[in-house]
């Protein structure tokens, strides 16, 4: 089976390191994967692109204006027939619009994977994007959640409930992430900066619902009422950068809580830290926290999304109630305090080996790749049922 999984993609994130670790697990299985990356026109080689290449996992740029137009549309489909594919698999909003609302006879059979969901302001651009998002998933055959919270989202209202599918996320084993990082080293200032004392690290993009803010008033709090040992260290690049520089010189934290930028696998440091904080205000299943629960590292988290059912409602790691300033603070204080193992290290490390696997998600998604090609097959030949394609 040919699978062309499309993806506009800024950067490296959690939605594009799934869809590589899928990509790369279906090529091992047989499958012929191909991933379309849509970018704007004269957009050179992305990282995104050159990972995946690097992955040996065929990449085929798509440029295309931004707007969907018909000519738009066109182009698209002309690249989609010179590739051939047996399932069109959409990982963001751009393709569902483009491609959803039109008959299936000229797209084939699709699905699209939502890898989360943030609301865009009121009469917005990405407002707007969102509508017309909403619209495309009630046309397309497959939608996939990557937890159960998210079928509550509103955006699914109108969507039949025998469309919507969970596939939780999955990562390779450990060893495996680290034979792919071979030979990328760790900036040395950051991995001295973490052995220098006690590190809290938390990785995300520097974005507003990540609650970076709030996590460095928490952080000055903690170190206040007895934590004056540690450190934090954020990892990650994005638009709130430049307003968490000036945050953490007027909290007086200089020095003792820095930004790193990005870091390609920057989970890394998580061998050597205290613990791993995640202070988000809105989440789906970050891939991130799967990580630093193969690392077995003391894990404090917002309840938001599907963190809860990750950490076993604090089974696997500390909870506490997303943009709340005492409780955070309050955690990180019992972080400090606490030894950089316990029980709950073992049960997450445990949970990620058995579970979230990216064995275990490509087995999940071949099942709703067969049941949707089939479903075509006997619209088109009046009852006629594909078999389950293996290759």
Known sequence: MRILHLIHSEGIYGAERV?????????????????????????????????????????????????????????????????????????????????????RRMRGPMLSTLHGWTGGRTFSALWLYEQLDRLALRSIDAVVLVTRQMLTLAALRGVSATKLHVIENGIPALEARLADLEGAQLPAELTEFVARRPTLVAIGRLSAEKGFSLLLEAFARARAQGGHSHQLLIVGEGPERQALASHIAALGLSGIAQLAGYVGGADRLLSGAHGFVMSSITEGMPLVLLEAMQWRVPILATAVGSIPELLDAGRRGRLVPPNDLVSLAQGLQEMMSANSTDHRTRTAHSAVTAHFTSQRMSADYAKVYDSIRTAAAARQNGGARLPPAAS
């Open 19 to 103: 869809l590589l670790y899928l990509a790369r697990e279906q090529r091992r299985c047989g499958y012929s994967p191909v991933i379309g990356s849509i970018r704007d026109p004269g957009t050179a080689e992305t990282p995104f692109e050159v990972l995946a290449g690097s992955w040996q996992l065929p990449v085929v740029p798509i440029r295309i204006a931004p707007r969907p137009t018909p000519g738009v549309v066109r182009s698209l489909l002309r690249t989609m027939r010179e590739l051939k594919s047996d399932v069109v698999h959409s990982h963001g909003y751009k393709a569902n619009i483009l491609l959803g609302p039109l008959p």
